[in-house]
């Protein structure tokens, strides 16, 4: 079955940066596009980042263009995300989620993972 | 990048037929034929319940249905039931290659 296991949230003070990781079992990961989603406490959600089944592309919501790099291991059947500037409003829940196979919409979510960033 | 604009609440009671509306633009929902739902319970991930504008995936119920006219996507639900009360999120492709989510509706079953 498919399975998505984030890891690497935590508090962080603002301006420092921090990696998510999000481990995909379950199914081919070299042939799906990824995705990460966040969710603010209470809040919507909102979608961050996509990255292809190769890699060779990416894009990035506006709020964190610049500053998150999203980026694939399909040896390890890993998913990452590289957040730098931390600022208050990125703290969130972070899910990483699978996009179905050449098609347009999640089909997968990890539980995801939580990210507070506070002084 | 701006979200989709759903509505913040809607009810209805047990039985009853309710509409929820995600509005956004020619460059996003009314441009493509890729809108998706899903469906979020307090502290549970995002469960998907159409996808293509009104397509159902394997075992969720007939009851959800979805469509579309010009930038405006809807997601019906029918013979509401208790089950059904949650969150619900629309979400669509864009011109930039970018994904964009609704701000999200309470849905109350009275």
């Known amino acids: 079955q498919v399975q998505l296991v984030e890891s690497g949230g935590g508090v962080v003070q603002p301006g420092r940066s921090l990696r998510l990781s999000c481990a995909a079992s379950?199914?081919?990961?070299?042939?799906?596009?990824m995705h990460w989603v966040r969710q603010a406490p209470g809040k919507g959600l909102e979608w961050v980042a996509v990255?292809?089944?190769?890699?060779?592309?990416?894009y990035y919501a506006d709020s964190v263009q610049g500053r998150f790099t999203i980026s694939r291991d399909n040896s390890k059947n890993t998913l990452y995300l590289q957040m730098d500037s931390l600022r208050a409003d990125d703290t969130a829940v972070y899910y990483c989620?699978?996009?179905?196979?050449?098609?347009?919409?999640?089909?997968?979510w990890g539980r995801g993972t939580l990210v507070t960033v506070s002084s | 990048q701006s979200a989709l604009t759903q509505p913040a609440s809607v009810s209805g009671s047990p039985g009853q037929s309710i509409t929820i509306s995600c509005t956004g633009t020619?460059?996003?929902?009314?441009?493509?034929?890729?809108v998706s739902w899903y469906q979020q319970y307090p502290g549970k991930a995002p469960k998907l319940m159409i996808y293509?504008?009104?397509n159902r995936p394997s075992g969720v119920s007939n009851r959800f249905s979805g469509s579309k006219s010009g930038n405006t996507a809807s997601l019906t639900i029918s013979g509401l039931q208790a089950e059904d009360e949650a969150d619900y999120y629309c979400?669509?492709?864009?011109?930039?290659?970018?994904?964009?989510f609704g701000g999200g509706t309470k849905l109350t079953v009275l």
């Open positions: 379950g199914f081919t990961f070299r042939d799906f596009a």
């Open positions: 293509d504008v009104s």
């Open positions: 990255i292809s089944y190769d890699g060779s592309h990416k």
């Open positions: 020619s460059s996003d929902v009314g441009g493509y034929h890729y």
């Open positions: 989620v699978r996009e179905e196979y050449k098609c347009v919409y999640f089909d997968y």
């Open positions: 979400s669509s492709y864009t011109s930039s290659s970018t994904r964009v």
